[in-house]
């Protein structure tokens, strides 16, 4: 199964502050001492940030019925699945995880100094973020010298794709090991700083909107602006 090892992440200070709820312009007026966290955590975690990406770009058969049928057999069903891959020509299905390594040092971290611990972890959460992206932007490109765009990325969890319902899914068409997951009992990804999702790709697809249109906490979440 193919994977990607070599996508370029752009993270910064503001990123980190960012996932940990802090608005980083108030942050350097009134807390700079936060801001020094975050700087502290983004040069000690960058070397320890391992991207990888496992994926399968399979063909769109057909939708009937809120189920994607895909080449070889593949399956992709639900209401959110079917709306947004249903005028693809094509499904790209990906894994992603930052590793292990940066998520052992934030837990050996926490005890001890909570706001460096914090920052780490708020560093990982930007760059799995930042990964997705980096993969979408690949394979968007790819599908650009073809003619066809790209959806927006839906993930299990989301409206319309229940997580049980969605992993399973995606964990029959790319296996986790192959990204270097592992999938607990309950269906957690380990490491955490990890993410199953799928872009459809085609000429007709739409790709307006935002992510969290699609999220059950868009009306309470504090973090929307992180996702234009």
Not at 112 to 140: I, K, M, Q, S, W
Request: hydrophobic share 45%.
């Amino acid at each position: 199964m193919p994977v990607l090892t070599d996508l370029q992440l752009q993270l910064s200070v503001d990123q980190i502050l960012k996932n940990e709820g802090i608005d980083p312009d108030i942050a350097r007026g009134k807390n700079p001492a936060i801001v020094s966290f975050a700087e502290r955590a983004l040069q000690a975690g960058l070397p320890l940030i391992e991207p990888v990406v496992a994926y399968r770009s399979l063909k769109v058969k057909s939708v009937k019925h809120e189920r994607v049928i895909l080449e070889d057999g593949g399956l992709l069903a639900g209401k959110l699945a079917a709306l947004h891959l249903g005028p693809a020509q094509r499904a790209v299905i990906m894994i992603c995880t930052i590793g292990g390594a940066l998520e052992s040092y934030a837990s050996a971290v926490l005890p001890n100094d909570p706001a460096y611990g914090f920052a780490l972890d708020a560093l990982g959460t930007a760059a799995v973020e930042a990964l997705t992206v980096a993969a979408c932007r690949y394979f968007g490109d790819l599908g650009a010298t073809e003619g066809m765009q790209a959806t927006l990325p839906i993930s299990p969890g989301m409206e319309g794709w229940s997580t049980a319902r969605g992993q399973a899914q995606i964990f029959a068409l790319v296996e986790p090991q192959e990204a270097g997951v592992n999938v607990t009992s309950s269906g957690m990804m380990v490491p955490q700083k990890s993410l199953a999702f799928v872009i459809g790709l085609g000429q007709e697809v739409e790709n307006n909107g935002r992510i969290c249109d699609y999220c059950s906490l868009r009306w309470s979440c504090r973090y929307q602006d992180q996702y234009a």
